[in-house]
């Protein structure tokens, strides 16, 4: 079994800092893309942030500048350093990682748990 684990999440006062991360642990043969979405009470879940092996990252345009993604492989983890978090920000957020669990399993999405990020002073 795979697990994702959050943690990080809480309140910030809007021109703080947040770091946000997620750790996988289980059966785990290789593991590719690992990326940050996050979905606001009546919105769909969006990508935040996104992560290759390699290194190569995406984000979308509003984080741009303010949040960095980053991951560690020794450690399985991906984290969201989240800089100037402004009041729209706030969101559930989630991680996502691509994860073969075996040599013989095919490579599929595994999911956080979520973890609340609230903006406001």
């Known amino acids: 079994q795979v697990q994702l684990v959050e943690s990080g999440g809480g309140l910030v006062q809007p021109g703080g800092s947040l770091r946000l991360s997620c750790a996988a642990s289980?059966?785990?043969?290789?593991?590719?893309?690992m990326g940050w979405y996050r979905q606001a009470p009546g919105n769909q879940r969006e990508l935040v942030a996104d992560?290759?092996?390699?290194?190569?990252?995406t984000y979308t345009h509003s984080v741009e500048g303010r949040f960095t993604i980053s991951r560690d492989n020794a450690k399985n983890t991906v984290y969201l350093q989240m800089n100037s978090p402004k009041p729209e920000d706030t969101a559930v957020y989630y991680c996502?990682?691509?994860?073969?669990?075996?040599?013989?399993?095919?490579?599929?999405?595994?999911w956080g748990q979520g973890t609340q990020v609230t903006v406001s002073s």
């Open positions: 996502k990682i691509h994860i073969a669990p075996s040599r013989w399993e095919t490579p599929r999405d595994y």
């Open positions: 289980g059966s785990i043969f290789s593991i590719n893309d």
């Open positions: 992560i290759t092996t390699d290194g190569i990252t």
